[in-house]
């Protein structure tokens, strides 16, 4: 018996459900941990007077990072974007730590005692940050750079989003000195925009064998 071509390649093709399900199971199982871990943190069950391993923080802990973990380390897999999980775990832990377990600052930025909660605050912002924008600046570099040298050059996409970051971190340390208004961001954003214009024209792209 004959087989047509639309036969020998239903055969060939492999089934598309199964490779999906891993992914959506990891998808899923984030979005439930990001859930509880900010149902935690809005709850009244979270006290900067508990004990650092008290059950409770311990639970806290461990939703953070299996967040980030799910979340973070399947786009540095698919997207081959080393370093990515480790920003966007360690990034998201410190931030929730502190918005969790932190006194909020009372006064400006140069007030010793709350110098380190805006440095820390900052320091969470801008890994958290620009991990959760690389996966989104390495996509569009590809599609807005026409040279293939640009479109992979994953330096150039994590320079971008550690900007991105930056530009966070630098409205807490604007709100601790009591100048967060718009000028000043708009000037910031100019800065950053201005220099990488500038890598763009003198920085070589990073070779990238695909």
Known sequence: MSTT????AA???PP???ARRPALLAAVAAGLCWACALAALLSAGLDAEQPLLAPARVIFYALVLAAGLL???PFQ????LPGLALEGVAGSFLLLYTLAFVPPPTGWLLALPDTPVYL?????????VAAAVLPLVHAAG??????RARQ???RRARRQAHEIGALVALCVVLAGLRVLTPVPVVLLALILAIAELLFLSFVETESVTR
């Open 5 to 8: 071509p639309n036969q020998k």
């Open 11 to 13: 055969r060939l093709s």
């Open 16 to 18: 598309p459900a199964p």
């Open 71 to 73: 979340t973070f380390v």
């Open 77 to 80: 897999r698919r997207l081959g």
């Open 120 to 128: 820390i605050l900052a320091l969470g912002l801008f890994w958290s």
């Open 142 to 147: 590809r599609r807005i750079f026409r040279q």
């Open 152 to 154: 992979y050059d994953l």
